[in-house]
């Protein structure tokens, strides 16, 4: 499992995983893929999830968004 970790300080501005656009999606599979390879290529499953912690009353909150994200093409496992 990879996970991307996005903060904000509340939700005014939309949720925190709106932050990872298509260019930080691909830049998050090539660093998946990179580290598969490094591991020998293992064939296990994996996926792409996302957490979003945001602030509200003082306190930090959570939502764990899983597979969040899909290989983009041309990136094959």
């Known amino acids: ?3 991307e970790v996005k ?3 509340s939700l005014r501005y939309g949720a925190p995983s709106s932050a990872v656009t298509p260019a930080k999606q691909r830049l998050i599979a090539r660093g998946a893929l990179a580290w598969l390879k490094l591991l020998g290529n ?3 499953p994996f996926r792409f ?3 979003e912690v ?3 009353g003082g306190e930090a909150r959570f939502r764990v968004l899983e597979n969040a994200l899909q ?3 041309p990136l094959i496992y």
């Open 1 to 3: 499992m990879f996970v």
């Open 7 to 9: 903060t904000r300080r």
């Open 42 to 44: 293992p064939g296990i």
């Open 49 to 51: 999830d996302i957490v």
């Open 54 to 56: 945001w602030f509200e």
């Open 71 to 73: 290989l983009p093409e």
